[in-house]
């Protein structure tokens, strides 16, 4: 490690972490798993609706929850726009640009919570049909029908500047690796467990 190396890996240890890096990182492959299931999040026409869903949807109802929340608690993220949310956060530089330039500031998770970590979805789901997508579920599925609330024009869904499909692709194959690294493990864990008891 050079002289500058040093000097940089020195301030990062001063650096704070605001949670606990074990559970969250459960979480996170929770997440992924969840994605994983939903294979059709990764191409075709549903990550084309999900992508629509993110920037005329979601976006919009976390710039209003950050100035005021628009909920009691914690405001759920629908799981298709959480994924778009999630590689679109991964190209930092990018997600701060394109949020500065939509709504004058960062959009950070504060106060935000996972579908899949919660079954109190209700609050999160009325504020998403009232205020912004009448008719548009507030949980995509694979046999969810459109009637095209969100392919209608709307300020965010032109600003983004990010190419989130190509983002999803990259991301897709990394998930397939975890989630099938984790059923390996998990199955060796399982096997080897039980067979020396």
């Known amino acids: ?17 605001g949670e606990d890096l074990i559970p969250a990182a459960l979480r996170h492959l929770d997440f992924l798993e969840a994605v994983d299931r939903r294979r059709w999040l990764y191409e075709g026409p549903l990550l084309d609706r999900a992508i629509r869903r993110y920037k005329a949807c979601w976006l919009p109802l976390l710039a209003k929850h ?3 929340a628009v909920v009691d608690g914690p405001l759920v993220v629908p799981l298709d726009c959480e994924w778009i949310w999630h590689c679109h956060r991964l190209n930092l530089a990018q997600y701060i640009k394109d949020c500065k330039r939509l709504y004058g500031r960062i959009l950070d998770n504060s ?10 979805k209700d609050q999160a789901a009325k504020v998403w049909t009232e205020l912004l997508c009448p008719g ?10 459109s009637d095209g609330s969100v392919y209608a ?3 965010a869904a032109g600003g983004i500047s990010y190419n989130l499909v190509s983002a999803v692709r990259r991301q897709s194959s990394f998930v397939y690796q975890v989630v099938t690294l984790l059923i390996l493990c998990t199955t060796y864990k399982t096997h080897h467990c039980d067979s020396h008891d």
């Open 1 to 17: 490690m050079d002289g500058e190396q040093a000097s940089n890996w020195a301030a990062a240890q001063g650096i704070g972490v």
């Open 66 to 68: 950050t100035e005021a």
């Open 111 to 120: 106060n935000v919570e996972s579908s899949v970590q919660t079954k109190s």
């Open 136 to 145: 548009e579920p507030f949980e995509l599925e694979y046999t969810s029908p």
């Open 153 to 155: 024009s709307n300020e």
